[in-house]
């Protein structure tokens, strides 16, 4: 692509607290994907970490959003709880072929989200990052990683993400430390961190500090104010995803919303 995208999303689209404030009073549960879908731009899917889906499941999916919108799936469990990352091929080959196709020019990134207790071990991480397909049936895959140890704080770890392609996500969170090295063709970020004082989740101040940073991610820019540990990497525009998810998460469908609206 030689333009980038920004989305922003929520993660997942069913949770009874959103009912009434996020949800219209009696809006049917079946349709909440229709309704969600067009009020933010992206949704990660946390149920694919816990449990495979059927092909039939994703092309409703996709029959169901407007055409633009993105899915990021978690992938299992199974790949990344395992003691021996460099075991998890077989898992690995299972979720990504479980019909996650299915959703063609909808399917986003897939995050490999890490335990906070895995320290970094960097020929088991190697070894994991090998085994990420760049395909599946044809369709291009896209991977991001979250990790939550501050062992991963080296350039070391920056180093093996950079020459897989594979993003490091960008965690907001009060809870572990947070790497913005970009290292993919793309950008990932987690914004954890939300406040269910806020009407937003994020005070107007910070949801303008992250459309910046934003912005700044999908102009190819490491944004100042952030935490990096290695060489910025190189300037070249990348789609961007952010999504509010964990803290508040009452909150998180306004908080998407408002970042959208200052996003123009």
Known sequence: MSTSSIRVGIGGWTYEPWRGSFYPGKWPQKRELEYASRHVTAIEVNGTFY????????????????EGFVFALKASRYCVTRKVLAEAGDSIARFVGQGIVEL??????????????????????????????ATEAGVPLRHAIQVRHASFAT??????????????????????????????????????????????????????????????????ESPAGLSYVADPAARHPRDTFIFMI???KVRAPHAAMALIERLG
């Open 51 to 66: 449990s495979s889906f059927k092909p039939a499941t994703f092309a409703g999916w996709r029959a169901t959003a407007p």
């Open 246 to 248: 964990n803290g508040a």
């Open 155 to 220: 350039p070391a770890f920056v180093a093996l993400c950079r020459a897989a392609g594979v993003a490091i996500v960008h965690g907001d969170s009060a809870d572990y430390p947070a790497l913005a090295d970009v290292s993919g063709d793309f950008v990932y970020a987690r914004l954890e961190d939300a406040r269910e004082e806020e009407p937003t989740g994020y005070a107007p101040d910070a949801l303008d500090r992250w459309r910046d940073i934003a912005r700044g991610w999908s102009a190819g």
């Open 104 to 133: 063609g020019d909808m399917l986003g990134p897939i995050l490999w989200q890490m335990p906070a207790t895995r320290t970094f071990d960097h020929d088991d991480m190697a070894a994991f990052l090998s085994l990420l397909p």
